[in-house]
């Protein structure tokens, strides 16, 4: 049994010695074989860095949304319960001003 290996090993040997050029093209087939799976198609390696890379984008704006509408959540808060808040706000945005004030608009000069 160990004689019918040995012969059937030299006998591969002997094959793999003649196909050299084809060790070659294997090599070069298996290096493009390679190159596919890293750069084509939707699973390739540079593909999946792409969706990972937008995965982590996205990520990072939701967590700016989040922090966003905690900050308005606190606010629409304060407008409603806090009343110099509210009052802050009328004075700025609406121009209003207590019975006994005097609102004097000051527009600034423009550059012409």
Do not use: C
């Amino acid at each position: 049994m160990g004689h019918k290996r040995s012969k059937r090993i030299k006998i591969v040997k002997a094959f793999l010695s003649n196909i050299r050029i084809s060790r070659r093209w294997l090599r070069i087939i298996g290096g493009l074989v390679l190159l596919y799976i890293f750069v084509a198609g939707d699973s390739g390696i540079y593909t999946q860095y792409k969706v990972w890379k937008e995965g982590r984008s996205l990520q990072e704006q939701i967590r700016q949304e989040q922090a966003r509408q905690a900050w308005l959540l606190n606010e629409r808060s304060r407008l409603e319960t806090d009343p110099a808040r509210i009052e802050k706000e009328a004075r700025e945005k609406y121009m209003m001003g207590q019975d006994d004030e005097i609102i004097i608009k000051v527009k600034e000069k423009s550059d012409k």
